[in-house]
């Protein structure tokens, strides 16, 4: 029988990801040079203090590109001794270190700017530099769509935050020419307000994508689909009744480890319950990519119609009390009068601690003569969000 490989069916996937990454973040810093060069020449010509931060801004996102293509090779680096499960959060510390240099430019120019009002100096709009800056919004405008439309479709956290920027650079462009024709006209020189204003929206934008990246950092739930996904790929095997505390480790862009427990009848033998656990490793890597490190068995009777009754009563009576959002791993031990079974209480119960003991006490006023063994779990990604 001939062997199937199941170690890098998304490799070609991979490459692709990364040459996308890496062509769209060398176009990023071409844009961004010229743009660059030719604000700071207009802006230190006119005195435009606007235009010459804008010049700034560009040398950064320029630099923000470069470190979106170091931190894809990093990422791209295969495992190691020190690093088994590869290096795939570098992309999320480049993406960290581009939010970093956006608030960085913002506190900048947000200095700048007061200074600026503190002791002002009238600008010298010329009509080339007015073009400059009309050409600079387009070409924002145009950069910063692909760059997160290209970052959205290859899960590159980096991408987006480049393409975020590029908009704000944007918005900040057509301030800057707002400016300019409200001076050419009534004379009247908001350049310096102006740029407080922008540098308040620049760190607003930094500092958002800061919390954005850290969250992913600390290992922030997963989302619905991809939960979705993986409970029904588990549930496709028809010997799996129910899945349960499904707990995910995210190791990059894409890159998840995955284990939790499955509810099988308790006629499968040992050899049956192995075979069914590779067989759903494998299909969970080939189909999703995510690897599968550990899956512990649940197991009943389906066949003892007083089991099941049980089993149904007391889900229901969990079920009843407030922020209870899951009742699962049941087991009855009639020999020795136990009852076993796990509890999920939503984290947005103001006392976890108390409704668990609120879900036992219930069970225990109906089930006086059995020992009673609740587990408290963890919502790891039981979302809320699927009731709503």
């Known amino acids: 029988m001939k062997a199937t490989e199941t170690h890098s069916p998304h ?121 400059i800056v009309s050409v600079a919004i387009i070409v924002k405008i145009l950069l910063g769509l692909h760059f997160r439309r290209t970052g959205k479709r290859v899960n590159s956290e980096s991408l987006i935050n480049s393409g975020t920027d590029a908009l704000m650079d944007a918005v ?77 480790h995210d190791y990059g862009p894409d890159r998840f480890n995955c284990s939790g427990h499955i509810e099988v009848p308790d006629s499968l033998s040992a050899r049956e319950i192995d075979q069914l656990q590779r067989q759903i490793s494998i299909e969970l890597y080939v189909r999703h990519g995510i690897v599968l490190t550990a899956l512990s068995v649940y197991t009943f009777n389906d066949e003892d119609s007083r089991e099941k009754a049980v089993r149904s009563r007391i889900y229901d009576i969990a079920m009843s009390v407030d922020h209870v959002l899951e009742a699962h791993g049941f087991y009855l031990d009639e020999e020795h009068k136990r009852i076993q079974f796990d509890i999920i209480v939503s984290f947005d119960a103001p006392d976890r601690d108390a409704v668990y003991n609120e879900a036992v006490r219930r069970v225990k006023e109906e089930y006086k003569d059995y020992e009673l063994f609740c587990t408290l779990d963890m919502d790891f990604s039981l979302s809320e969000q699927e009731d709503k």
């Open 11 to 131: 490799a070609p996937v991979e490459s692709n990801r990364e040459h996308t990454i890496i062509r769209t973040s060398i176009l990023g810093i071409i844009a961004n040079i010229f743009l660059s060069a030719f604000k700071a020449g207009v802006g230190l010509l006119s005195h435009s203090i606007a235009i010459t931060l804008d010049s700034v801004n560009n040398l950064s996102d320029a630099a923000s590109s470069l470190i979106t293509i170091i931190g894809t090779k990093l990422a791209k680096k295969q495992p190691d001794r020190k690093h088994p499960w590869g290096h795939g959060r570098a992309e999320y510390l480049s993406s960290m270190i581009i939010a970093v240099i956006i608030v960085y430019a913002g506190i900048t120019s947000f200095v700048e700017s007061v200074r600026k009002i503190v002791t002002p100096q009238a600008p010298d709009y010329s009509s080339a530099a007015l073009i």
């Open 172 to 248: 900040i462009s057509v301030s800057t020419l707002a400016a300019a024709i409200i001076f050419l006209i009534w004379n009247i020189s908001l350049e310096a307000w102006l740029g407080v204003l922008i540098s308040i929206a620049i760190i607003k934008t930094g500092t958002d994508m800061l919390i954005r990246t850290i969250s992913h950092l600390l290992g922030q739930r997963v989302s619905v689909d991809t939960v979705r996904k993986v409970r029904e790929c588990i549930m496709s095997f028809p010997q799996v009744y129910g899945v349960y505390d499904l707990i995910f």
